[in-house]
């Protein structure tokens, strides 16, 4: 059975930073492309950033360019998001994705839609206060 955890979440103040993680077991990731999303109150999930499987292609949504940073330890089986700059809108649960099957690296347009991603975790609760 594959499971998808995440953990690292937590309340910050505006300006400050938090390193979230994510880690599998059941099957490997190695060769897969993964990513984190949020859903913030009310709102629907959004795209975060993304990582090839062999974690030469990386994306960010355009709201966390130069703040956020996605990697991963293949040897860990760990993917992690270091969030520097955090700011009240950043306010989310955000979700660890996983794609089943071993690929080249894709597309912007592919990565954010979440029905790339057959495995996900149950959320970590991110809370930036002002």
């Known amino acids: 059975q594959v499971q998808v955890v995440e953990s690292g979440g937590g309340l910050v103040q505006a300006g400050g930073s938090l390193n979230l993680s994510c880690t599998t077991s059941g099957r490997t990731f190695i060769r897969s492309t993964m990513s984190w999303f949020r859903q913030a109150p009310g709102k629907d999930r959004e795209f975060v950033a993304s990582i090839s499987g062999n974690g030469l292609k990386v994306y960010y949504a355009d709201s966390v360019k130069g703040r956020f940073t996605i990697s991963r330890d293949i040897t860990k089986n760990l993917l992690s998001l270091q969030m520097n700059d955090l700011r009240r809108e950043d306010t989310a649960v955000y979700y660890c994705?996983?794609?089943?099957?071993?690929?080249?690296?894709?597309?912007?347009?592919?990565?954010?839609?979440?029905?790339?991603?057959?495995?996900w975790g149950q959320g970590t609760k991110v809370t930036v206060s002002s």
């Open positions: 994705a996983a794609d089943d099957s071993p690929s080249r690296a894709y597309s912007f347009s592919t990565v954010i839609a979440t029905r790339l991603y057959e495995d």
